[in-house]
Structures are given as C-alpha cells and as structure tokens.
C-alpha cells in the first residue's frame, strides 16, 4: 500500500543522513588496513545524539543503514531517541564507495591533502575513488537501484537513511538532475542530515516511477546549526582532529 506525506497525494520524504565523526588513522584501521572498519568516537557520538534529538517529533516508518558499523550506530543512537522507532534495516547499496587497496600514509596531513579533493574528478569518464578504487559511475548506478527499492517499498512516507559522504553528495546531486562532477559542491559534514522529498506517480502497469525530487535542507548539523567555527571541509577536520589527538599522545 503507497502512503504519502499528509496533505500529499504521492509524496515521500528522506531524512539522509552521514554518519557522526570517526577516526580513520585509528589503530584498529590502521592493523586492519580496512577504513570500513571505522567506528564512531565520542565525537560522532555526540553528533547522533544531536541529529536524534532533532528527529525526535518526526515520525519515521522506515530506517535503513549502510551496513557498516559507523552508519549502523549512528542510526541506532538515532532511534533510540523515539519512543516507537522502526525496525533498523541494512541496505548496502549505500555502503561507501570502495577505495581500492589501502592507501600508506605517513602523516593525517599527507592522508588529508589526498582524500579532500576526491570528488572534483567524480564525473571524468572513468573516474574512481581512488586509486584502483571504485568507479563513480558504478557506484551511482548501485546506489540508484538502492533509492528505487526504498521508493517502491510500499507502507511508508518517511524514512531515515545513514550513509555516507560520497554516498550522500551523489544522491544530491542525482535528485537535481545534475552530473556526477556536481557532488563535489555539496558539503556533507559528519552527523549531519538532509532532506529530500520525492513525487511519486504509478504508470499505467502500477509501477511507483520517480516523476521530481525536490532538496527541502542540505548538510543541517543539529549540533551547530549555523556552523560557527567549521571552517574545514568535512575530511579536513577529521584528519586535523586525528594530528591533534596524536600529537598530545606523543
């Protein structure tokens, strides 16, 4: 059964949101070699709770999570602060765009100055996600048949799904009709959300189609709404973060 938002004939809302702040020169990646093993610090966590508190009134039907851990506690620590949260599902359609082989690094400035400007290249033919990583084009087209399936599930109106950056800026980008090089210009800072509406229309068979998105908030960061004092990309600040915590280890 199709439901819309009130006042609505075939309108759904997203509430997308990035994960909350990890480190991804900790230990663990590091031994590991593996950044999808990445997990929320206190930081993040505090970011969560910000971005739940913001979405406490807001009824949610659906949640879904990436299925790594950073997205999943995120939209655990989300939830919990509703009193009738949905079922938390897994979708990895949404999961980050895969980087390739592990990249060394000798400093969180080296990693930074690499990792920053990533997406500029995002709509050269052929572009990946670093070396040897995932094409852009690819992940669009997975992720595209992830945003479908949600649309087409039926019983709902508003959901909550936690991605990630790349993840987020693509979408963005697909729900105005622009190419892939436009992701570069949408910020996602951590923890933050956005919301997108979708117009939903059956054909002539009763196949839900996606007749327009429409972005209602881009990059809201309930933790310092007007963003006093971030002054960094997203990366920037999480590898400064990650050369302070190391520097005051020393």
Same mark, same amino acid.
Not at 58 to 71: C, E, I, N, Q, Y
Not at 116 to 139: H, I, M, R, V
């Given at each position: 059964?199709?439901? +819309?938002?009130?006042?609505?004939?075939?309108?759904?809302?997203?509430?997308?949101?990035?994960?909350?702040?990890?480190?991804?020169? %900790?230990?663990?990646?590091? #031994?590991?070699? =593996?950044?999808?093993?990445?997990?929320?610090?206190?930081?993040?966590?505090?970011?969560?709770?910000?971005?739940?508190?913001?979405?406490?009134?807001?009824?949610?039907?659906?949640?879904?999570?990436?299925?790594?851990?950073?997205?999943?506690?995120? @939209?655990?620590? $989300?939830?919990?602060?509703?009193? @009738?949260?949905?079922? !938390?599902?897994?979708?990895?359609?949404?999961?980050?765009?895969?980087?390739?082989?592990?990249?060394?690094?000798?400093?969180?400035?080296?990693?930074?100055?690499?990792?920053?400007?990533?997406?500029?290249?995002?709509?050269?033919?052929?572009?990946?996600?670093?070396?040897?990583? #995932?094409?852009?084009? =690819? +992940?669009?087209?997975?992720?595209?048949?992830?945003?479908?399936?949600?649309?087409?599930?039926?019983?709902? %109106? &508003?959901?909550?799904?936690?991605?990630?950056? $790349?993840?987020?800026?693509?979408?963005? /980008?697909?729900?105005?009709?622009?190419?892939?090089?436009?992701? /570069?210009?949408?910020?996602?800072?951590?923890?933050?959300?956005?919301?997108?509406?979708?117009? !939903?229309?059956? =054909?002539? +068979?009763?196949?839900?189609?996606?007749?327009? +998105?429409?972005?209602?908030? $881009?990059? !809201? &960061?309930? @933790?310092?709404?007007?963003?006093?004092?971030?002054?960094?990309? /997203? !990366?920037?600040?999480?590898?400064?973060?990650?050369?302070?915590?190391?520097?005051?280890? =020393?």
């Amino acid at each position: 059964m199709m439901t +819309a938002l009130p006042g609505t004939t075939g309108r759904r809302r997203l509430y997308l949101m990035r994960h909350g702040f990890v480190d991804y020169t %900790s230990e663990r990646v590091r #031994e590991s070699r =593996d950044p999808s093993l990445a997990y929320l610090n206190e930081a993040g966590r505090e970011e969560a709770r910000a971005a739940g508190i913001a979405l406490s009134d807001v009824a949610l039907d659906l949640a879904m999570h990436s299925g790594l851990d950073r997205t999943r506690e995120t @939209a655990e620590i $989300v939830l919990s602060q509703h009193t @009738a949260a949905p079922e !938390l599902l897994r979708e990895e359609r949404f999961q980050e765009l895969k980087s390739g082989q592990y990249m060394d690094f000798e400093s969180a400035e080296q990693l930074a100055a690499t990792m920053t400007f990533q997406f500029e290249n995002a709509g050269q033919p052929g572009a990946t996600f670093l070396a040897g990583g #995932e094409k852009f084009s =690819d +992940a669009m087209e997975r992720i595209e048949v992830g945003l479908e399936n949600l649309l087409q599930r039926p019983g709902w %109106s &508003t959901a909550l799904v936690v991605a990630h950056e $790349v993840v987020n800026r693509m979408i963005l /980008s697909w729900s105005i009709g622009a190419p892939l090089g436009a992701s /570069s210009g949408f910020e996602q800072d951590t923890g933050c959300i956005n919301i997108i509406d979708f117009d !939903l229309v059956p =054909d002539d +068979a009763g196949v839900i189609g996606i007749e327009r +998105a429409r972005i209602k908030a $881009v990059n !809201l &960061t309930p @933790a310092n709404y007007l963003k006093h004092g971030m002054n960094l990309s /997203s !990366l920037e600040a999480i590898f400064t973060r990650a050369t302070a915590a190391s520097s005051a280890a =020393d």
